[in-house]
């Protein structure tokens, strides 16, 4: 399975402030998925992060508030904008391979005070 | 859209007793079954798939059963052990996306 690492592994933030979280793969793969996960709670899928092209989000959430980069197969970002405490959070990447089997990252735990 | 119902929320069993979790789907073009199991603190990891062309597939002490016909498909945890306890996810494919059932925590105790 591909290896996948995500940065930063947590942060504290301040209201109003953006975070950038990093996904990085060890192999190209084609589809990669940014989830939430609130404590307790099952896995939400945030968006499909699509190379070369616009992100595709789904219903609830929007582009402006998490916009998202995938310039080439192995690497792309979110950034959590404008941040409240409600987007307090873990924020994991997932990639899938050829075989259709997804894997997840190790998540970002994001506090926003 | 898709839509994954997983029962029971939560499951207690002694070491050595087997474990059943049951999901449900609702897409019936839905072909793709996995199973991730997540300690407290880490990342959900596939434990088990299935896909739609196949009735059951098992991995030693773990196994899947599908039911295509009424759309439900079961992880079967035989001979359990303390490092079983965590939460499984049971998912779906809906428009190539898997959705995510809401979650089994397991308890196994000595």
């Known amino acids: 399975s591909a290896v996948i690492s995500q940065k930063p592994s947590r942060d504290i933030c301040q209201r109003g402030t953006s975070l950038t979280i990093q996904c990085q793969v060890d192999s190209q793969v084609t589809m990669m998925f940014w989830y939430r996960q609130q404590p307790g709670q099952s896995l939400t899928l945030i968006a499909t992060?699509?190379?070369?092209?616009?992100?595709?989000?789904e219903s609830g959430f929007v582009i402006d508030k998490f916009p998202i980069s995938r310039p080439n197969l192995t690497f792309s970002t979110l950034t959590v904008s404008n941040m409240s405490p409600e987007d307090s959070s873990i924020y994991l990447c997932?990639?899938?391979?050829?075989?259709?089997?997804?894997?997840f990252g190790p998540g970002t735990r994001l506090t926003v005070t | 859209g898709e839509n994954v119902e997983q029962h029971p929320s939560t499951l207690s069993v002694q070491e050595g007793d087997s474990a059943v979790i049951k999901c449900t789907y609702s897409?019936?073009?839905?072909?793709?079954f996995p199973w991730y199991k997540q300690e407290l603190g880490k990342r959900p990891q596939l434990i088990i798939d299935?896909?739609?062309?196949?009735g059951e597939k098992k991995d030693q002490r773990i196994a899947v059963t599908l039911n295509k016909t009424a759309k439900h498909f079961s992880l079967h945890i035989t001979e359990t052990q303390p490092e079983d306890s965590a939460v499984y996810f049971c998912?779906?494919?809906?428009?190539?996306?898997?959705?995510f059932g809401t979650g089994t925590r397991l308890l196994v105790s000595p």
């Open positions: 897409d019936s073009a839905s072909n793709y």
């Open positions: 998912a779906g494919t809906g428009f190539q996306k898997l959705v």
């Open positions: 299935i896909r739609s062309n196949v």
């Open positions: 997932s990639v899938r391979d050829s075989s259709y089997e997804q894997y």
């Open positions: 992060a699509n190379q070369g092209s616009e992100a595709t989000y």
